[in-house]
């Protein structure tokens, strides 16, 4: 670490000023500065241990191939050959509900721009035959 530094994690005059500046301000600034003094060179050693942790987590993860679909066999034929099936019926429910759920959205999507079409052209009709618009009642002066 560069000790050359007038802010680093020791017990200088610059770090005490802070600190001291801080529990004045707002105390949770204080004791920042002062967990930052007692703990700063430690900092990195925890963050490095930290992001190795994760990795070997995340490395566990892909090793067990998480999110997708692995069937072992039992050894049992006929449950091997029932849960293929019940696995490929549910997979069937399930592309039908998707079909539906996108159905449903157009269908939605199509209602909203009937609407706001509705809504334009009553706005041009009433524009063209000079009557006032819900906006109109309020004149700035």
């Not at 600034?29 to 003094?37: E, N, R, S």
């Not at 566990?60 to 069937?71: A, I, L, M, S, V």
């Not at 039908?96 to 009937?114: N, W």
């Not at 079409?117 to 524009?127: A, S």
Request: hydrophobic share 40%; glycine share 8%; net charge neutral.
């Amino acid at each position: 670490m560069n000790q050359s530094a007038l802010i680093r994690p020791d017990w200088t005059p610059a770090t005490i000023a802070l600190m001291v500046l801080g529990f004045v301000v707002f105390w949770p600034l204080g004791l920042a500065m002062l967990a930052y003094i007692l703990f700063g060179d430690k900092l990195r050693a925890f963050k490095k241990d930290a992001n190795e942790g994760v990795d070997r987590m995340c490395a566990g993860f892909k090793r067990t191939n998480w999110g997708q679909r692995t069937h072992h066999r039992t050894g049992n034929v006929a449950f091997d050959d029932w849960r293929t099936a019940e696995l490929s019926r549910l997979d069937e429910e399930r592309r039908k509900l998707d079909e539906m759920r996108e159905e449903f959205d157009g269908y939605v999507r199509e209602l909203r721009r009937a609407k706001d079409q509705e809504e334009f052209d009553r706005f041009m009709r009433e524009r063209k035959s000079g009557r006032p618009g819900p906006e109109a009642g309020f004149e700035s002066s």
